[in-house]
């Protein structure tokens, strides 16, 4: 049995039934062990997505799951009409984008593969796309210079005097839009840093795996961001845009306060501890939102403030100032210049009020003006 027969058929598996659960996961492995495949290896390819992107799929089983119970219809074995009937609900009723309904059927054939290949349903998928209405310009409905003015004001300057609390969330913001990273990227940046002619060097923790990393295509494990000395003086007032002055200070500030953990960024009210995702997805937020406190909501109407517009705004206010696509591109570790096109780039406005003077910035690791 432990030799191979070219001559003998394969081995087939007669397929049981089986019953969808409200967790995505235990779902998949139903099926694979219907299909006869051991546990070990059911478990094995349910792991094959990163935790960010299961979190996304489980959130769109959810949805479509309940869609089935709702019509006593089975989630784990829709017939292909159904499946058409509720990418036909996604679009008309909730108002779905195409590419938002293509990850539901992603969602979809993760449990039923038929899913994923079935010609009718990639046509009903094609009429969607000539029916849907023509996309109004992207606008990040925020104004960077807004945010760095504020930035400058007495709450976070002078910045040896800042609490703890505002050096973070302006250091935070600052390499944000220099390096362009996402904020999981933030989290996992280790505390060794080198500061050297003007910029920082910094890289990630080991154990980190970014969310576009594979095998084939590693992410750089070291990177760098450029500061402003090298453009401007210390008494200029643009410094305090400075992403590698900010870092310097923050560095210095939590050298005797860091224990237990190798994380560059910290909690505010226990910095033994590493400051979490979600806690800098929300600084950001909330230094968004009231920076633009003062600004009339005709504006700039802040319906949905989101931490990773900073990335489209980095990447957007480098290209609009004739940053070269391809650098920008390898900057932020995209495979192609599509992934910008198709969700980064954005319509940016500036110079609202007296902010057009704020001087020059670091954004995508290029010093602008």
Do not use: M
């Given at each position: 049995?432990?030799?191979?027969?070219?001559?003998?058929?394969?081995?087939?598996?007669?397929?049981?039934?089986?019953?969808?659960?409200?967790?995505?996961?235990?779902?998949?492995?139903?099926?694979?062990?219907?299909?006869?495949?051991?546990?070990?290896?059911?478990?094995?390819a349910t792991k094959k997505v990163r935790s960010?992107?299961?979190?996304?799929?489980?959130?769109?089983?959810?949805?479509?799951?309940?869609?089935?119970?709702?019509?006593?219809?089975?989630?784990?074995?829709?017939?292909?009409n159904d499946v058409a009937e509720f990418f036909i609900f996604l679009f008309r009723t909730k108002k779905l984008a195409v590419p938002t309904?293509?990850?539901?059927?992603?969602?979809?054939?993760?449990?039923?593969?038929?899913?994923?290949?079935?010609?009718?349903l990639s046509d009903v998928l094609k009429a969607f796309?000539?029916?849907?209405?023509?996309?109004?310009?992207?606008v990040v409905n925020w104004n960077l210079d807004v945010v760095l003015k504020f930035l400058r004001s007495s709450e976070f300057e002078p910045l040896n005097q800042a609490p703890l609390r505002a050096l973070t969330i302006k250091t935070l913001f600052l390499l944000a839009l220099a390096s362009a990273r996402r904020m999981g990227e933030l989290q996992a940046i280790s505390k060794d840093v080198g500061f050297r002619s003007g910029c920082v060097q910094l890289s990630y923790l080991l154990s980190f795996v970014a969310k576009?990393?594979?095998r084939a295509h590693p992410i750089p494990r070291v990177f760098s961001v450029q500061g402003l000395s090298s453009l401007i003086g210390p008494r200029d007032r643009g410094i305090l845009n400075c992403p590698v002055r900010a870092l310097k200070e923050y560095v210095s500030r939590l050298l005797p306060l860091r224990v237990g953990h190798k994380h560059l960024f910290c909690s505010v009210s226990k910095?033994?501890?590493?400051?979490s995702k979600n806690a800098i997805s929300f600084f950001i937020r909330d230094l968004i939102?009231?920076?633009?406190?003062?600004?009339?909501?005709?504006?700039?109407?802040?319906?949905?403030?989101?931490a990773h517009d900073v990335r489209a705004v980095a990447?957007?206010?480098?290209?609009?100032?004739?940053?070269?696509?391809?650098?920008?591109?390898?900057?932020?570790?995209?495979?192609?210049?599509?992934?910008?096109?198709?969700?980064?780039?954005?319509?940016?406005?500036?110079?609202?009020g007296d902010c057009h003077s704020l001087g020059p910035v670091v954004a995508t690791n290029s010093i602008l003006n």
């Open positions: 049995e432990g030799r191979s027969d070219p001559s003998a058929p394969l081995r087939s598996h007669t397929r049981r039934a089986f019953h969808s659960s409200s967790s995505r996961l235990v779902t998949v492995e139903r099926r694979l062990r219907a299909e006869g495949f051991s546990k070990e290896v059911a478990r094995l960010s992107t299961s979190q996304l799929y489980q959130h769109r089983w959810a949805i479509f799951r309940k869609w089935c119970l709702d019509r006593g219809v089975s989630a784990a074995s829709t017939p292909v309904i293509e990850g539901y059927r992603s969602v979809i054939s993760s449990v039923q593969p038929g899913v994923g290949t079935d010609q009718t796309s000539q029916e849907a209405p023509a996309a109004s310009p992207r576009n990393e594979t910095p033994s501890r590493p400051l939102r009231r920076a633009h406190e003062g600004v009339p909501s005709d504006c700039f109407p802040l319906y949905r403030v989101r990447t957007s206010f480098a290209f609009l100032r004739n940053v070269p696509l391809q650098s920008i591109i390898d900057t932020v570790n995209w495979k192609t210049n599509s992934v910008f096109a198709s969700h980064y780039l954005k319509d940016l406005a500036f110079q609202y």
